[in-house]
């Protein structure tokens, strides 16, 4: 896997770096087919909360698999629904050969959709986790 072989540190370095809260893992540079997403949140909870070596835990030891997807074709209604019934906040976007192509966060949300649609996603998402299931991306 492309960032499944890297380290917590080089995917949080990534993170910072590229200034962004979730780097897909994909499973070979060739295909960028997602096979995982990783978070701030992954890294924290799954390797330094969980008592992991974090010096020896990789990307695919933290991430959250498999990724939730959708397509450039994929509309906004669609869109929101995966991600409030999932309860993400980012989801990767795969072209029609499964490459990843890009990824429609929280934020592109609020800048490009209605007030309501906003405040729905984000309140679902949002929501406590008792209240349904959830996944951490």
Do not use: F
């Amino acid at each position: 896997m492309a960032w499944g072989r890297y380290g917590r540190g080089q995917v949080a370095q990534a993170l910072v770096e590229c200034d962004c809260g979730e780097i897909p893992v994909v499973d070979s540079l060739e295909s960028m087919r997602p096979v995982g997403v990783i978070t701030d949140r992954d890294i924290v909870c799954r390797a330094i909360a969980a008592g992991h070596d974090v010096g020896q835990a990789t990307a695919e030891d933290c991430m959250t698999s498999p990724a939730i997807i959708v397509t450039p074709q994929t509309d906004l209604a669609e869109c929101l629904r995966l991600m409030e019934d999932n309860q993400i906040r980012r989801v990767p976007v795969v072209d029609d050969t499964g490459r990843c192509c890009g990824i429609v966060s929280q934020a592109d949300i609020a800048l490009r959709a209605s007030r309501k649609d906003t405040a729905r996603v984000v309140s679902e998402v949002s929501r406590d986790r008792d209240e349904g299931p959830r996944a951490t991306h």
